[in-house]
Nanobody
Framework: QVRVVESGGGSVQAGGSLRLSCSASGSAFRITDMSWYRQGPEQERDEVARISLRGATIYDDAVLGRFIISRDDAKNTLFMQMNRLNPEDTATYYC???????????????WGEGTTVTVSS
């Protein structure tokens, strides 16, 4: 069993910063890609950033230059530093881990439960 736990959401004024974290615990898995998604009110859940096992990063244009995704593989932890936040960034943020499961020899995706970010103008 894998447990994914997020932290770091909250309320901030426009121009402020927040740092999100997401950790996976359990055994018999190896994480490859790690991603952050977000879902605003009445919106689809969209990917905003991804980091590969080798550290290559991809960002949605809406956050490029403001958000920084990083990972600590020793701790199975994903981070996202969010700077210059604006009200359009208000959403529930979800992490996703793409994992290789050693017991089943299969890949699977595990999601965090979501953390809410609210940016006021």
């Amino acid at each position: 069993q894998v447990r994914v736990v997020e932290s770091g959401g909250g309320s901030v004024q426009a121009g402020g910063s927040l740092r999100l974290s997401c950790s996976a615990s359990g055994s018999a898995f190896r994480i490859t890609d790690m991603s952050w998604y977000r879902q605003g009110p009445e919106q689809e859940r969209d990917e905003v950033a991804r980091i590969s096992l080798r550290g290559a990063t991809i960002y949605d244009d809406a956050v490029l230059g403001r958000f920084i995704i990083s990972r600590d593989d020793a701790k199975n932890t994903l981070f996202m530093q969010m700077n210059r936040l604006n009200p359009e960034d208000t959403a529930t943020y979800y992490c996703k881990f793409h994992m290789w499961m050693r017991d089943t020899s299969e890949y699977k995706d595990d999601w965090g439960e979501g953390t809410t970010v609210t940016v006021s103008s």
